[in-house]
């Protein structure tokens, strides 16, 4: 029973969260060892050290990832990867693609047949990380071989 409760806690405290040195915990796979008790003066609560194992997720430079476009606008485009928000450039979008305002802002070709906008799905590779205590922000490129519009929101099925 307390052993339940203490893995429980680990799992609402730590599940979803990012540390910079390790990545984004995506889920507790289990728990090795739960050390003794160290009552914390003053206030009658127990401190426990806990040793587990958990998938991470830790994007890194040279990476290639599939992602969801969420943002699009005239400097770039953002999109995300699970937890992980990635910027890409207008100097890292291919070059025969343009930037179209309007209603729906995108990213077109010059004979309309890939167009990036919001919802669209691309590959595209990790071309920096910077770490924070508790984020990790990417920058990506498109400008590459196979890399690009996987899936088009906008186009018809």
Request: net charge negative; glycine share 10%; charged share 20%.
């Amino acid at each position: 029973m307390f052993f339940h409760i203490l893995v429980s806690k680990l799992i609402k405290d730590v599940e979803g969260t990012c540390s910079g040195r390790h990545g984004f915990v995506v889920a507790i796979t289990g728990v090795e060892d739960i050390g003794k008790g160290l009552i914390r003066e003053g206030t009658g609560y127990v401190t426990f050290p806990v040793k587990y194992q958990c998938v991470v997720f830790r994007p890194f430079k040279g990476e290639i990832l599939e992602a969801v476009v969420t943002m699009v606008n005239k400097m770039g485009f953002f999109a995300e990867a699970g937890p992980v928000q990635i910027f890409v450039s207008n100097h890292l979008i291919p070059d025969d693609m343009e930037f179209q305002s309007g209603d729906v802002p995108n990213y077109t070709t010059s004979d309309g047949s890939v167009k990036i906008q919001k919802d669209s799905e691309v590959r595209l590779k990790i071309i920096g990380t910077r770490v924070d205590a508790t984020e990790i922000f990417c920058i990506g490129t498109i400008k590459d071989d196979f890399l690009g519009v996987i899936n088009d929101p906008g186009a018809a099925v």
